[in-house]
């Protein structure tokens, strides 16, 4: 009975550290960006977005969240998403 104990403990533990393993590989960018409009700064965060997934070597997965609020002069809204090697 304890062979059997055994190995459900490391069939346990394999599947438990299966997904954190894959987990390690993923990643939350973030990037901000400045306008005169909220349109214009959508585009600026979400292109720079872009950019910093792109020089990361990463790729995009799932969609883009972007917040905008108004700033002193223009509009600052980031945007992130979820980027996995």
Known sequence: M???TTYA???FSVLVAGPAANAAECQIV????????ETIATVMSTHGLENIIEAKGL???G???TKCAPGTIMTECRSQQKACK
Not at 30 to 37: K, L, Q
């Open 2 to 4: 304890k062979i059997k």
């Open 9 to 11: 403990a490391v069939a």
């Open 30 to 37: 973030a990037a901000a960006g400045n306008g005169p409009t």
């Open 59 to 61: 790729k995009p997965q």
């Open 63 to 65: 969609e883009v969240k």
